[in-house]
């Protein structure tokens, strides 16, 4: 299978690790500033690893070969900020070609 066409890889995202304090306030640590993906607007809901109902509002796209930088660890509740917006990752799901993983598609929930 190709890699998704740069064409279409044309957003820029900054992602953030996320620490709680005592006080329940966040403190975000930037891990990567990452180029080349594709965040698309979209509206579904789905139940998360602790059995609560939560709205995807956006999905975003990182393929394996064009997006920068590489090899980025995402996990869930991290946060990405796009468009003036911060997003918590909420799912993470790996998609493989024939033989390797080709492309990431993170839920993303504001």
């Not at 066409?5 to 953030?16: E, K, M, Q």
């Not at 594709?38 to 064009?66: H, N």
């Not at 003036?84 to 998609?95: D, K, P, T």
Request: glycine share 4%; aromatic share 8%.
């Amino acid at each position: 299978m190709k890699p998704i066409p740069r064409s279409l890889l044309i957003h820029s995202a900054v992602l953030y690790e996320v620490t709680e304090n005592a006080w329940q306030s966040e403190t975000r640590t930037e891990l990567a500033q990452l180029r080349h993906v594709r965040i698309e607007p979209s509206s579904r809901l789905t139940v998360s690893k602790d059995d609560r109902s939560v709205e995807i509002s956006a999905t975003l796209f990182y393929d394996c070969r064009g997006s920068r930088p590489k090899a980025v660890e995402f996990r869930e509740g991290q946060r990405l900020s796009f468009g003036g917006q911060l997003y918590r990752v909420e799912s993470i799901e790996l998609i493989y070609d024939n033989r390797r993983l080709h492309h990431l598609e993170i839920g993303l929930c504001k």
